[in-house]
């Protein structure tokens, strides 16, 4: 078991996050906004830049956050730079040994034919596991943000779909919380961790801790354990049972990445980041 998180909350460049990791007494960093980019599209200099702060700092990419099929990348366009991303981004992943990328399923705004996306959703995402197949790397599907984040039955279709060793699940304990259940008829209702888990917690090989809770139609991030998604439980029932993988935290509580008009102070962000995973590393103590 080890721990790792987007450092990228801790701070915008890359020393920053390697701070934040060290203070932390960790070693990895799950790697996601890279010098105004990410380890897919930055320029050949500036990769050799991160090459050697990492090894200098002896610290390790242990997965590429990538953009590839997130919500940025709506499945009523194509899908040609997901492709794209994943090509770029697997020789610089060989070179330091990241094993992993994270990859969303193709947001579908079209809630009311949700299901007409099945196939389609399903086509690209093979696509994307023969690419990582190839280069020897795996996709980590994250609960967020595409159709197979839909609910856990669609979770459960995409990988019988697709049916590739290259394509695993990372389980993030927090998205349910803030994720319709598009199942039935509207209005829908919000998803359950806990039951999101038990249902796929055979196919998770790596595990983003996120926790938060719903004030109306507010998103409330919360530390570890103090929101509704089930953080204590999750992660008792995965050692219980002798997972092995990592922990990334993502706490959004001081920074969220996809909304710009999250913003905090630099040293607001770096402590929170600190704290966060302190307290998650205590939870994971008591366990």
């Given at each position: 078991m080890y721990y790792t998180g987007f450092a990228d909350e801790a701070g915008a460049d890359l020393d920053t996050q390697i701070r934040a990791?060290?203070?932390?007494?960790?070693k990895y960093i799950e790697t996601r906004a890279l010098m105004g980019s990410n380890l897919a599209f930055i320029s050949d200099a500036q990769f050799e830049e991160v090459c050697g702060k990492l090894d200098e700092a002896n610290v390790e990419f242990n997965c590429f956050g990538s953009g590839v099929a997130n919500w940025a990348k709506s499945i009523d366009d194509?899908?040609?730079?997901?492709?794209?991303?994943?090509?770029?981004?697997?020789?610089?992943?060989?070179k330091l040994g990241i094993k992993f990328i994270r990859i969303m399923s193709f947001p579908v705004k079209d809630l009311n034919n949700y299901e007409s996306y099945?196939?389609?959703a399903f086509k690209r995402l093979k696509t994307i596991a023969e690419i990582a197949a190839d280069g020897g790397i795996t996709c980590v599907l994250e609960n967020c943000s595409g159709w197979?984040?839909?609910?856990y039955e669609h979770?459960?279709?995409?990988?019988?779909?697709?049916?590739?060793?290259?394509?695993?699940?990372?389980?993030?304990?927090?998205?349910?919380v803030f994720h319709d259940d598009i199942r039935g008829?509207?209005?829908?209702k919000k998803q359950n961790s806990w039951e999101f888990y038990n249902a796929v917690k055979e196919h998770i090989v790596y595990v983003h801790i996120k926790d938060g809770y719903m004030d109306g139609d507010k998103e409330v991030f919360t530390f570890p354990?103090?929101?509704?998604?089930?953080?204590?439980?999750?992660?008792?029932?995965?050692?219980?049972n002798g997972y092995d993988g990592g922990f990334s935290i993502e706490p959004h509580m001081a920074v969220v990445f996809h909304d710009?008009?999250?913003?905090?102070?630099?040293?607001?962000?770096?402590?929170?980041?600190?704290?966060?995973?302190k307290r998650f590393m205590k939870i994971v103590d008591e366990m």
């Open positions: 990791t060290k203070k932390l007494g960790w194509p899908p040609d730079d997901s492709y794209d991303e994943i090509r770029r981004a697997i020789p610089r992943m060989q099945a196939d389609e197979a984040a839909g609910s979770t459960l279709r995409t990988l019988e779909a697709v049916n590739s060793p290259a394509l695993k699940l990372v389980f993030d304990t927090g998205n349910p008829v509207p209005p829908y354990g103090e929101g509704k998604g089930y953080v204590k439980e999750i992660i008792a029932d995965l050692l219980k710009k008009s999250v913003q905090s102070e630099a040293d607001i962000q770096y402590n929170n980041y600190i704290e966060y995973g």
